[in-house]
């Protein structure tokens, strides 16, 4: 809709008068809702929609945007989008901040994460993103669907597809505390990871397609995970949250790993999101099957009764006043990589304790809203 503001010195343009209606709409963005970008889903599982009526600073220059889609057209490298990939949205001053000249916005598709290429800091803007993966098909209630839209009707298990998925779009009006690639909105202003959590490289956790879920293979065990997520920013679910995020999430088999890296044969985890129909109503991967993933909450032994200081919880951390060496009792949810149907968007393992290190022992994320 081209900028808001111009300079004319005559004051004759309509675009250079300072009004107070002008003055009161002034403001880094002014925006109809949180989230002014969104994604149709499986109508148009590659477009995006940006709301009009967005006021957006660029720079030296003021855009009042239209209603606007943008597909893998927009892109600033590459014809299409790639599975497993974040991407980031911009708004571009063509006119590279000259206050005389009147034109249209430009939004920009990247995988950069500070400008697209043509382009740089101050001539563009940030101002969300989304990420391109598996989709499950859900109903108006956010139940899975097969292909004919029969509530969890015969196939509905593989009934994805691939696209943007719809609630991992993000503005930055709309995110996560934390930062938001690699996560959706499950609801209630709760984020989720996409992907089992794996080692980032920095002490900390990423989510991202691909990469080998981290495990007790790596050292970790309950305490290990929590502080690894609160480095990056996340923290561990309730087990209400986890089952909120697994819902629609097929049950594992020991036949095969069609619907969740769950066969009994297997030998070892698997990267990341290998298994396509293990995604659950929400989008998000692996949370049935693969590994067992930590939750924060805990339970105890109710079977034995020497209650004591109990020196368990590794050197340098205290005691813990306790019934047993064993008897506090971490969560563990939805299966892992040879369980067969013991995996499942309910499943939750209550035995093992907090400082327990086990190659089937992963973790996955959350965050709250920012």
Same mark, same amino acid.
């Given at each position: 809709?081209?900028?808001?503001f111009?300079? +004319?010195?005559s004051?004759?343009?309509?675009?250079?008068?300072?009004?107070?209606?002008?003055?009161? %709409?002034?403001?880094?963005?002014v925006a109809?809702?949180?989230?002014?970008?969104?994604a +149709?889903?499986? +109508?148009?599982?590659?477009?995006?929609?940006?709301m009009?009526g967005?006021?957006?600073a660029?720079?030296n220059?003021?855009?009042e %945007?239209?209603?606007?889609?943008?597909?893998?057209?927009?892109?600033?490298?590459?014809?299409?989008f790639?599975?497993?990939?974040?991407?980031?949205v911009?708004?571009?001053d063509?006119? &590279?901040g000259?206050?005389?000249?009147?034109?249209d916005?430009?939004?920009?598709?990247?995988?950069?994460?500070?400008?697209?290429?043509?382009y740089?800091a101050?001539?563009?803007?940030?101002?969300?993103?989304?990420?391109?993966g598996?989709?499950?098909?859900?109903?108006e209630?956010? &139940?899975p669907v097969?292909?004919?839209?029969?509530?969890?009707?015969?196939?509905w298990?593989?009934?994805?597809?691939n696209?943007?998925?719809?609630? $991992?779009?993000?503005t930055?009006?709309?995110?996560?505390?934390?930062?938001?690639e690699?996560?959706?909105?499950?609801?209630?202003?709760l984020?989720?990871?996409?992907?089992l959590?794996?080692?980032?490289g920095?002490?900390?956790?990423?989510?991202? *397609?691909?990469?080998?879920?981290?495990?007790?293979?790596?050292?970790?065990?309950w305490?290990?995970?929590?502080?690894?997520?609160?480095?990056v920013?996340?923290?561990?679910?309730? *087990?209400?949250?986890?089952?909120?995020?697994?819902f629609?999430s097929?049950?594992?088999?020991?036949? &095969?790993?069609?619907?969740?890296?769950?066969?009994?044969? &297997?030998?070892?985890?698997?990267?990341?999101? $290998?298994?396509?129909?293990a995604?659950?109503?929400?989008n998000?991967?692996?949370?049935?099957?693969?590994?067992w993933?930590w939750?924060?909450?805990f339970?105890?032994?109710? %079977?034995?009764?020497?209650?004591?200081?109990?020196?368990?919880?590794?050197?340098?951390?205290g005691?813990?006043y306790?019934?047993?060496?064993?008897?506090?009792? $971490?969560f563990?949810c939805?299966?892992?990589w040879?369980?067969g149907?013991?995996?499942?968007?309910r499943?939750?393992?209550?035995?093992?304790?907090?400082?327990?290190?086990?190659?089937?022992?992963g973790?996955?994320c959350?965050?709250? $809203?920012?």
């Amino acid at each position: 809709m081209a900028k808001f503001f111009l300079y +004319d010195e005559s004051m004759t343009s309509a675009k250079a008068k300072i009004t107070t209606k002008k003055l009161a %709409t002034m403001g880094d963005i002014v925006a109809p809702e949180k989230a002014f970008i969104y994604a +149709d889903g499986k +109508d148009a599982p590659n477009t995006l929609h940006i709301m009009g009526g967005l006021l957006l600073a660029v720079g030296n220059s003021i855009f009042e %945007t239209i209603a606007t889609t943008v597909t893998a057209a927009d892109l600033d490298s590459g014809a299409a989008f790639e599975i497993g990939t974040d991407y980031c949205v911009y708004i571009c001053d063509p006119t &590279n901040g000259d206050e005389t000249v009147d034109s249209d916005e430009l939004f920009k598709i990247s995988k950069s994460s500070t400008y697209p290429s043509g382009y740089t800091a101050a001539n563009s803007r940030k101002i969300g993103g989304f990420h391109y993966g598996v989709v499950r098909r859900v109903n108006e209630h956010g &139940n899975p669907v097969n292909s004919s839209g029969a509530e969890r009707g015969s196939g509905w298990e593989s009934c994805v597809y691939n696209g943007i998925l719809p609630n $991992s779009v993000w503005t930055v009006l709309h995110r996560p505390k934390c930062d938001p690639e690699g996560m959706c909105y499950i609801g209630g202003g709760l984020w989720g990871d996409i992907y089992l959590s794996s080692d980032d490289g920095a002490d900390g956790l990423q989510s991202a *397609y691909g990469e080998n879920p981290i495990t007790g293979t790596e050292g970790l065990d309950w305490y290990i995970a929590n502080e690894k997520a609160r480095r990056v920013g996340k923290r561990l679910p309730s *087990y209400a949250e986890f089952c909120q995020a697994a819902f629609g999430s097929p049950e594992g088999t020991g036949a &095969n790993n069609t619907y969740a890296w769950s066969a009994t044969g &297997n030998k070892a985890r698997a990267k990341c999101g $290998s298994v396509k129909n293990a995604v659950s109503a929400v989008n998000i991967r692996d949370l049935v099957g693969n590994v067992w993933k930590w939750c924060d909450e805990f339970c105890l032994d109710p %079977t034995t009764s020497a209650w004591g200081r109990k020196d368990v919880l590794g050197a340098g951390h205290g005691n813990a006043y306790i019934t047993s060496d064993t008897a506090l009792h $971490s969560f563990l949810c939805g299966g892992d990589w040879n369980g067969g149907d013991d995996g499942g968007d309910r499943s939750v393992e209550c035995r093992y304790h907090p400082w327990q290190i086990d190659w089937h022992f992963g973790v996955w994320c959350v965050c709250d $809203s920012q």
